[in-house]
């Protein structure tokens, strides 16, 4: 048995066919991740909506005994914004899956979040928010105990030096609850943010969604089909040769952090501006004297990244 221990992670999400495969990740890679819970939240489709994907992701995985607790409907002070337009009417469009018989459990997201902070030894779970933090920065606000216990948050959000997707000036998951990532931000808990600066180079190339294909196997054909789907949008929008993988760099870390590298420095969130709301202020050049609250990642082995996913994609 290998010396690595056992992290234990709550992943908060809102799939998206790229949080499906950050989830595929995790469940096929026992060793390194034994996955808790899974809480929705409303983000890139409606709460219903996310609450289902998750449910068909993990029953994809073969695991219908994980625990999916239903989060907040809404972020703390605006109105949902929603991104059917880049994950298709269901959030998981591309591959057809039959819809899940799991059961969805009857504790809010919110509470199992807290509760579990609580009970654990301290130090021991790491949360791995994958959409808006609407449910961790209402978990944060309801009981402030558990930021000290929680080990660390990795995220997927942000962005500095590729500014924005959804607006010129902001990322799409803090762009939805900017007010609820400025709590995650200052809560004081160790935070590791994986950006647009990363994810863009995150890019699932032809041969990299052949690999996926070739498995064969129900999660690796289905994986295939959704960053497929996936794929029209950015090709469109940004030419790239091939869509951003964005959430699955936050499961990855926590199996592999070597692939990537970042800096530890201050971010602040933009929540007022009209013009810049949801911008992650990412202070890399250290201009000015506010301490640093974040490990910002800014660089990531995109071959190592893609050969990891093949290769626990491989064992579901
Ligand atoms: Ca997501």
Request: proline content about 7%.
């Amino acid at each position: 048995m290998a010396a690595t221990k056992t992290q234990k992670i709550i992943i908060d999400t809102d799939p998206g066919q790229d949080d499906a495969v950050a989830i595929l990740l995790a469940l096929g890679s026992p060793q390194e991740l034994e996955v808790i819970g899974i809480t929705t939240v409303a983000g890139n489709v409606p709460l219903e909506l996310t609450t289902r994907n998750a449910r068909m992701v993990c029953e994809l995985a073969g695991r219908p005994d994980i625990a999916i607790y239903a989060g907040c409907d809404r972020p703390l002070a605006h109105t949902l914004v929603t991104a059917e337009h880049v994950h298709g009417k269901t959030g998981l469009d591309g591959p057809t899956l039959p819809e899940p018989t799991m059961p969805v459990q009857d504790k809010h997201a919110v509470d199992f979040i807290i509760e579990t902070l609580r009970t654990e030894p301290s130090g021991t779970v790491t949360l791995c928010p994958l959409g808006p933090l609407t449910n961790i920065a209402t978990a944060l606000q309801r009981a402030p105990d558990i930021s000290d216990r929680i080990k660390e948050i990795v995220l997927m959000g942000g962005a500095y030096f590729e500014v924005g997707n959804i607006t010129p000036a902001a990322e799409f998951n803090i762009y939805v609850d900017p007010e609820a990532a400025e709590i995650v931000f200052k809560c004081g808990a160790p935070v590791t943010v994986m950006p647009l600066d990363v994810t863009h180079k995150a890019l699932v190339t032809k041969p990299r969604n052949d690999a996926f294909r070739a498995l064969g196997t129900k999660a690796g054909v289905a994986t295939a089909q959704m960053t497929d789907f996936f794929e029209r949008f950015d090709k469109e929008k940004y030419g790239s040769e091939g869509a951003p993988l964005h959430d699955p760099c936050v499961t990855a870390y926590l199996i592999k952090p070597d692939l990537f590298t970042g800096r530890n420095i201050n971010v602040e969130i933009e929540t007022q501006s009209d013009l810049t709301r949801g911008m992650t202020v990412a202070d890399w050049w250290g201009v000015t004297d506010r301490g640093p609250n974040a490990t910002f990642m800014g660089d990531i082995d995109a071959d190592g990244f893609f050969a990891l996913i093949t290769e626990r994609l491989a064992t579901l």
